[in-house]
């Protein structure tokens, strides 16, 4: 029986190696293919509304998690609040300031600003930014989908906005620790 397996190997060593390449090839693709993929995450950390001339200021705080091994570009976000849609602002805006004072001089001033368009997060990495956009009085809906438009695709998730809402004043508070 042995001799019969060695024999049978040996007659056919090239074909059996042929097959377990190609499998091992097939198994290497399948995992390039799942870690490779769009595998992007937006957590809000938390948001707060401001009225600033007359329209509705949304300032959000989020994090964005890019799980897959490739770079990915984030080129808009779209809330969807019932039927409603509503973009972010590309533009960088200066959402808050603050000045470190030594006997009445100032020492050290410091800004915040909100993110600029396109957002480029690395693969297996992630960011903390702050993005505006212009809104309602009040997200209505529990279940809001925030759409992120990137360069490999689009990505729809559902959240409940409501729950990350905090007054402008716990907002300034919270993100005080952007203050380095």
């Known amino acids: 029986m042995m001799n019969e397996l060695l024999e049978f190997i040996k007659s056919h060593y090239s074909s059996i190696l042929s097959i377990s390449a190609f499998i091992i090839s097939l198994i290497n693709l399948v995992y390039l293919v799942l870690t490779n993929r769009k595998n992007l995450k937006i957590n809000i950390v938390n948001y707060t509304i401001a009225n600033v001339n007359n329209k509705n200021f949304y300032m959000f705080n989020i994090e964005l998690i890019n799980k897959s091994r490739l770079p990915i570009s984030i080129n808009e976000i779209t809330i969807k609040d019932n039927k409603e849609k509503y973009k972010i602002i590309k533009s960088p805006r200066m959402l808050a300031e603050k000045d470190r004072k030594r006997n009445s001089e100032i020492i050290r001033h410091q800004e915040i600003h909100s993110a600029k368009f396109p957002i480029n997060v690395l693969g297996l990495s992630s960011e903390q ?13 529990n279940n809001s989908i925030i759409i992120i438009s990137t360069n490999r695709g689009k990505i729809v998730q559902k959240d409940n906005l409501n729950k990350y809402f905090l007054r402008t004043s716990d907002f300034t508070n919270e993100t005080s620790e952007y203050y380095d």
Do not use: R
């Open 129 to 141: 930014k702050f993005i505006v956009m212009y809104g309602p009085e009040k997200i209505k809906s």
